[in-house]
């Protein structure tokens, strides 16, 4: 297939991209690098390695889907088979301080993805949602659980679940997959594509790792008192690579087969942050100071997955466990440490960064 991955360059698009590759899938990548860098896309060519000359595709397009012009020239001139829609803003608590930007990045620029989509007939969108579009449970959380957001961010990916269900029963030929998955972590295994977040990291392994590599002086726990073993949140925390599968195991089971199509991505284990800064500090070999502070708005006490539907449908499971996921993220923190700036290779879709005659720009990779 050809598939036009937005949000490419970042976290979990980027270790998708190379499953795709692997998969013997052409990708098209678009961002606008706001929390990524263009140099990702060397590395993933880097760890592609295409064999022959009839091998699956990378190319890039610096861009944002909320760009009507570019994407009503990308998606009118070029043929893709599915969309995997990654692009968005994703921390709940920043989501509180600025919700008009979560739903203007998550839900609009969906509704116009999907709708040039629709106009140019392309058959197939994959959505990464999130479990945060779930209600607060004391057990495993399966796809038929409550859905109950508890923060601007949540909301905005409950929306756009909801306005998908629309437009594809509106266009019963479409096909939207929704992939709920809960706590993507750890990197690649080759400690080449990693979580690099632009400031502040709002997830708690790239936090664990800065502060692990002297980078911030201690971790901050938000509270202390749920209704939890140790009194620390406790989240379903899954491979990025395991992640990376999912996706692929969906689109290819679902790509031509219109309906919509919902599955948790998860490894149905929970882990407190307390847990989570044990394994690290086997990782990191060394003790990890933090301190105890205050809730945040809209994080929940616990939230562990129910895959079970993804692992007899898809074949979907998740192999890697807590302890790999802070080995690979520790030797990708030391290796972001080192790492020169890369420049990217020059695409295969055109020969120097300019427009072509599609009129969309497209940049080196």
Known sequence: MKILLTGGTGYIGSHCALALLQAGHSVTLLDNLSNSDAAV?????????????E?????FIQGDIRDE????????????????HFAGLKAVGESWLQPADYYQHNFNGTLLLASLMQKHQLPCLLFSSSATVYAASATALDEQSPCA???PYGRSKYFVEAMLKDLQQ???????????????AGAHHSALLGEAPCGTPNNLLPFVAEVASGQRDEIQVFGDDYPTAD??????????????????????????E????????????????????????QSCGRVLPYRITTRRPGDLPSTVACADKAQQLLGFTARRDLQQMTDDAWRWQQQLQQRPVVQPQLSPI?????TGQDGVKHEPC
């Open 258 to 281: 219109p309906g919509v199509h919902l599955y948790n991505l998860g490894r149905g284990q929970g882990y407190s942050v307390l847990q989570v800064i044990q394994a690290f500090e």
């Open 350 to 354: 055109t020969d120097k960064a300019t």
């Open 69 to 84: 012009v570019l994407l009503e020239r990308l998606l009118s001139t070029q043929r893709y088979d599915a969309v995997m």
């Open 41 to 53: 896309v060397s590395r993933i060519r880097q760890l592609y390695q295409p064999q022959s000359a």
């Open 170 to 184: 509106a266009n019963p030929a479409f096909s939207v997959i929704l992939l709920r998955y809960f706590n993507p």
């Open 149 to 151: 957001p508890a923060s």
């Open 231 to 256: 009194g620390t949140g406790v989240r379903d925390y899954i491979h990025v690579e395991d992640v990376a599968q999912g996706h692929v195991l969906a689109l290819q089971q679902h790509q031509a």
């Open 55 to 59: 091998a699956a595709e990378l190319s």
